[in-house]
């Protein structure tokens, strides 16, 4: 086994220079960890110090508050802030839908439902007390492919062959065209699955009214049991 003996003194005066100036901001603070250098000794090693990532500086947000990660920009408390606002922003611009009016889909916790799935799960969140959100966006439908084309796939094949491989196939041949016709009548007939379905951010659904109606519902029942 090979060894190495390593003067760290040595290799650390030629690695930095002799003064380093480093300035925080006014609610920052010096990583009490390195005292502000970022490295730290760590037995026979030195390394980056991990609670202020090398910085030497914990980070402060705006408002004053200690950041928990040297990576964000802003403490959680203004993280929300800012999130609410970008949520109202975009609530503002979107066009929005009455429940009664929508006849599309949802996208809940990652599935596709309809509105009698929206309402159980709606209820469910009544039943146990949960918020439930007031609106939520509509979907739109968007096809993964549309087309398989032989030709390309023989091409993009043969970039793994020889040299001018797809050159000697007869593309133009009777079975290579009924191939073609069979793989899009196979597409034709697995449509759906082909299809995905996404949140349209720009159209909100909003859910007040069946909300009211699910409440009341839920009133009715308790009283009733």
């Not at 009490?32 to 980070?59: A, D, T």
């Amino acid at each position: 086994m090979n060894s190495k003996t390593i003067n760290w003194r040595e290799t650390l005066i030629n690695m930095f220079p002799e003064i380093t100036t480093r300035e925080k901001k006014e609610h920052d603070e010096w990583c009490p960890k390195c005292n502000g250098i970022g490295l730290v000794r760590n037995g026979n090693y030195i390394e980056g110090c991990s609670n202020c990532f090398g910085k030497g500086i914990i980070k402060a947000c705006e408002c004053g508050n200690k950041i928990e990660k040297n990576y964000y920009t802003h403490c959680k408390k203004c993280r929300d802030k800012h999130e609410e606002e970008r949520r109202l922003e975009n609530f503002n611009k979107a066009n929005k839908i009455d429940y009664k009016d929508y006849d599309g889909l949802f996208l809940w916790n990652e599935r596709v439902v309809n509105k009698e799935d929206l309402e159980e799960y709606i209820y469910d969140m009544i039943y146990d007390g949960e918020e439930v959100p007031t609106y939520i966006p509509a979907t739109y439908q968007a096809t993964v492919f549309d087309e398989i084309d032989l030709y390309d796939v023989v091409n993009n094949k043969c970039e793994d062959g020889y040299e001018d491989m797809e050159s000697r196939f007869d593309y133009n041949s009777p079975k290579f065209q009924e191939a073609q016709k069979l793989v899009n009548k196979w597409l034709d007939e697995n449509s759906d699955v082909l299809n995905v379905w996404y949140e349209d951010s720009k159209n909100l659904v909003i859910l007040t009214d069946v909300i009211e109606k699910l409440k009341k519902e839920y009133e009715k029942n308790k009283i009733v049991k």
